[in-house]
């Protein structure tokens, strides 16, 4: 089968470093995207790693160990409008996205 | 800046009845998806569509699902016979290419009774 497991929930504080992590067992990869959705809202991207090492996309970065087969989100200087859902998603050969389980991050103030 | 739309936004219908949700892909995409999403769980992959053929689909996407693409611009999801559990958000996406960035429509919620 399968699978990417993310953490359920991550919460805080605004001003903070955040890091959801995204671990994943697919048939074929090809590159391992991030998406934001907010309640109501559909996804939107935000990063692709295709290879290993990491991305810096403003406050956002995203990191990809393909050996290890993890990758992680790091969200920086944390403002309340981060407050989301987060899903990390898998390109395999076919053109096939298939998303993680989604982490929900709550920023307090 | 170019979008994925989807029509209609929020569909009500009775449990046995035939339901078509639309989607206008961007236009020099290549590849279309539809996806779905129970309120409050992940997205999954119901069927990805390319050069007007299927090119994949989940086990979700059986017999009572299938998808078109009628003309240039427009596609669509049909779900012929409704049950309760599809009652969902029903997400269309295009990609462009390997760039690994999903272009999502609003949404289309459906709501079986």
């Known amino acids: 089968g399968q699978s990417l497991e993310q953490p359920s929930e991550v919460t805080a504080v605004e001003g903070a470093i955040v890091q959801i992590n995204c671990t994943y067992q697919t048939s074929g990869f090809y590159g391992l995207s991030w998406y934001q959705q907010h309640d109501g809202g559909a996804p939107t991207f935000l990063s692709y790693n295709a290879l290993d090492g990491l991305e810096e996309t403003g406050r956002f970065s995203s990191f990809l160990s393909r050996s290890d087969s993890y990758g992680y989100l790091l969200l920086q200087e944390l403002q309340m409008k981060d407050s989301a859902s987060y899903f990390c998603a898998v390109r395999t050969g076919t053109y096939k996205y298939i998303f993680g389980t989604g982490t929900r991050l709550k920023v307090l103030a | 800046e170019p979008e994925v739309t989807q029509t209609p936004s929020h569909q009500v219908t009775q449990m046995g009845q035939e339901v078509i949700l639309r989607c206008v892909p961007i236009?020099?995409?290549?590849?279309f998806y539809w996806y779905r999403q129970i309120l409050g769980q992940k997205v999954e992959f119901l069927v990805s569509f390319y050069n007007n053929e299927i090119s994949e689909k989940s086990e979700i996407f059986d017999d009572q699902f299938s998808v078109e693409r009628p003309d240039g611009s427009n596609f669509t999801l049909k779900i012929r016979s409704t049950k309760l559990e599809d009652s969902a958000m029903y997400f269309c996406a295009s990609v462009a290419g390997g760039t690994g960035e999903l272009f999502f429509g609003e949404g289309s919620r459906l709501t079986v009774l």
């Open positions: 236009s020099n995409h290549l590849y």
